[in-house]
């Protein structure tokens, strides 16, 4: 990711939460500037269609974000994203990874569910409208 992208970052977050959750142009230029973020994108013909992101702290990351085009969605790019972003975190030394998930957004939490990410506590109305699951992976 670079600061050029953030502004079709901000759409392609736009299609895919809701705008309490989804970061806008300014969030994805401030983190593109931040060597603590960790931030990977999809591309197809020069568009941005997926991107997924973390934030690192020492030994230790949260996921951010992981977002693909609704019409990119089911053909593996989440996983492959994941894959990569994960690669990049423990490449720069993380060893502990944490994200929050709605408990229902049943893509997401099988996307996590197959990278080993474990439920380790509920918090409470955490998005306002619904409880998160916490989930860890250590490395
Ligand atoms: C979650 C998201 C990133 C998944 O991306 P994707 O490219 O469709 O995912 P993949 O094709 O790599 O599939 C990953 C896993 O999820 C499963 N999956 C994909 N879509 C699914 C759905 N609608 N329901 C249930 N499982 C689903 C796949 O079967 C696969 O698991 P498997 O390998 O065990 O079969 C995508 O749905 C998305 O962008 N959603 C909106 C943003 C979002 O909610 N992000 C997560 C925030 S915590």
Known sequence: MTTDDADKLAALDAQCFKQADAWNSGDFFSAAMDA????????RGGEIVACAGAEISADQAE????????EFRGRGVGKKLLAELLDVLTGR???????????????AVKL????????????????????????????
Do not use: C, H, K
């Not at 996921?63 to 609704?70: G, K, N």
């Not at 030394?93 to 893509?107: D, I, K, M, Q």
């Open 63 to 70: 996921v951010e974000t992981v977002a693909v085009a609704p």
């Open 93 to 107: 030394g993380v060893t502990f990874v944490v994200l929050e998930v709605r408990p229902s957004n049943a893509a």
């Open 112 to 139: 996590y569910d197959s990278f080993d990410f474990q439920i380790v506590e509920r918090a409470e109305n955490f998005y306002g409208d619904e409880d998160a699951w916490i989930m860890v992976r250590e490395f």
């Open 36 to 43: 603590n973020f960790a931030f990977v994108v999809g591309e």
